[in-house]
């Protein structure tokens, strides 16, 4: 186990380094900057001192090795929008809106998702398996913004149940959450029913059939059991990148969290925030999958780590 832990870890590091080079050389390679837009216009002289002040006139290698310098020590510098505030203060105050949102969507989607799928699995080919599988398959396939737009057109404009954008007041919250626990739902009824009929045509299934256990206690004391392993390690990394923001619901309904900040980042080439963003989710879904892999050997003692024989 701890060869295993040490190997992710280190591989961990090395995704971080080379997405931080990737995204570094990104944002630089698109035309303009900072000072180039029409929301602030500054004259040659100004636009030049304040390019020396941040440090963008030296050369890409070293802008790089000055930032990075900085993450290392949990300093990722200040946003050249709000040059008043930090980059993580400007982030603590947004976490918590994608966080509660989206978190309250996974929470919601993932067990209304186990059940649908269970269902499913347990009338195959019948009208549930049917309506789930429309279902999932609509989930997965339709954008989230277009989701979104239908949720807006309907609750909000026709039947005005409910605000169409907003943050604060819960009831503004209801049309975001079910927006994202879409996704969660439409992922975990295709892996439960996936999950369940595999287990349900094990022969370990047929020989407690056998010995006369009813199918209520084969359902939930042995095949969901061995269904749940899969449907664990799925559920950290989708929580983590639920959790963080999504641009498209945010953005629809106008939600001050991660995701619209990433947007303004990137039309502002605030170029502090842009790499906060991306490397904060680079290093929490990267955790989320090493976790997720510790769980799963957890919960299945014939998984083997590392070097364990």
């Known amino acids: 186990m701890?060869?295993?832990i040490l190997k992710r870890v280190l591989s961990i590091v090395t995704t971080f380094l080379v997405v931080s080079i990737v995204v570094f050389?990104?944002?630089?390679?698109?035309?303009g900057g900072p000072f180039d837009g029409n929301e602030m216009p500054v004259s040659e002289a100004v636009r030049a001192q304040m390019m020396e002040k941040l440090g963008l006139d030296q050369p890409?290698?070293?802008?790089?090795?000055?930032?990075?310098?900085?993450?290392?020590r949990l300093d990722f510098g200040v946003p050249y929008q709000n040059p008043g505030e930090t980059v993580m203060s400007l982030l603590s105050k947004a976490w918590p809106p994608s966080l509660i949102l989206g978190g309250l969507g996974v929470l919601i989607g993932t067990p209304l998702g186990i059940l649908l799928g269970m269902a499913a699995a347990l009338n195959r080919n019948s009208w549930i398996d049917y309506v789930a599988s429309a279902l999932s398959t609509i989930g997965l396939t339709i954008p989230v913004f277009v989701i979104s737009t239908l949720l807006i057109l309907v609750f909000a404009v026709w039947l005005q149940w409910l605000p169409a954008s907003g943050w604060g007041k819960p009831e503004r919250w209801i049309l975001p959450i079910i927006a994202y626990s879409v996704i969660p739902l439409a992922v975990y009824a295709r892996y439960t029913r996936t999950?369940?009929?595999d287990t349900m045509n094990r022969p370990f299934v047929t020989a407690l059939r056998a010995k006369g256990l009813s199918e209520r206690r084969i359902l939930f004391q042995h095949v969901m059991k061995n269904s749940a392993i899969p449907l664990v390690t799925v559920f950290l990394p989708m929580f983590i990148g639920t959790a963080t923001g999504s641009i498209f619901v945010e953005a629809m309904f106008r939600v001050?969290?991660?995701g619209s900040y990433f947007v303004s980042s990137i039309q502002n080439r605030d170029y502090p925030m842009e790499m906060a963003l991306v490397l904060l989710l680079t290093v929490a879904?990267?955790?989320?999958?090493?976790?997720?892999d510790i769980v799963y050997a957890l919960i299945n003692p014939r998984i083997r780590l590392g070097d364990e024989e």
């Open 256 to 258: 001050p969290g991660l």
């Open 25 to 31: 050389l990104m944002m630089h390679a698109v035309p």
């Open 2 to 4: 701890f060869s295993f």
């Open 60 to 72: 890409l290698w070293v802008q790089y090795v000055n930032y990075m310098s900085g993450v290392f």
């Open 285 to 292: 879904i990267c955790l989320a999958y090493l976790i997720s």
């Open 195 to 197: 999950a369940v009929l």
